[in-house]
């Protein structure tokens, strides 16, 4: 079920912005179901946005959990977060941290075919490094490349409070 943003005022809906966020935070957590049990990894992505449609792609090693769960069920919840600015407060209600981030919903699918490894590749370390980057046969052939195609999506940005 979809549910929208709780402290609505918070929410980012300007595109430049969300694409802001996807290209300073590098990191996703990659929610999964493994036969009723929650499981999440960290990884590094690159991504794509084309019409408002958010693809993101990650790479790893042929085989560990993650790959045996999502062959099983490719559902995954993804969060992604970046510009964290922890503040202070007179009391412990007032400490926090600033952030902004994005939560979706996706099904993720093992790339079998070598040219969209490469693209999936190159997307990533475009994403992560601002460099483009090619990539042989030998090179795709040791990876196993995600394609996750995030279905719905929501931004969010919690400002660090004005002092006085
Ligand atoms: C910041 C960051 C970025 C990363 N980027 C990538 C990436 O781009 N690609 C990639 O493949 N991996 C990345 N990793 C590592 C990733 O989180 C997993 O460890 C890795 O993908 C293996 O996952 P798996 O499910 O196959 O693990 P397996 O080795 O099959 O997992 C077996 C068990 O090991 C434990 N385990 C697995 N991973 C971790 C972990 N990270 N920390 C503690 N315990 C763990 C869990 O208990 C798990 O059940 C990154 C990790 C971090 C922290």
Redesign the pocket.
């Known amino acids: 079920m979809k549910q929208g943003i709780t402290r609505r005022e918070r929410e980012v809906t300007d595109p430049a912005a969300i694409l802001g966020i996807l290209d300073r935070a590098k990191?996703v957590h990659v929610g999964m179901v493994d036969n009723g049990e929650p499981?999440i990894?960290?990884?590094?992505y690159g991504y794509t946005m084309e019409n408002g449609k958010l693809t993101l792609y990650?790479?790893?090693?042929k085989e560990?959990?993650?790959?045996d769960i999502l062959r099983v069920n490719p559902k995954v919840f993804v969060e992604i977060d970046t510009d964290l600015v922890p503040f202070e407060g007179k009391t412990a209600c007032h400490y926090g941290i600033g952030y902004s981030s994005i939560m979706g919903r996706g099904i993720a699918e093992l790339v079998e075919d070598t040219e969209g490894k490469k693209k999936g590749l190159s997307v990533l370390m475009k994403t992560q490094t601002g460099k483009d980057f090619e990539f042989d046969d030998r090179m795709v052939s040791v990876v196993t490349v995600i394609k996750i195609t995030v279905s719905d999506y929501t931004a969010k940005h919690r400002p660090v409070p004005q002092k006085g």
Request: glycine share 14%; hydrophobic share 45%; no cysteine.
């Open positions: 990191i499981y990894v960290p990884m590094n990650l790479h790893g090693a560990g959990r993650k790959l």
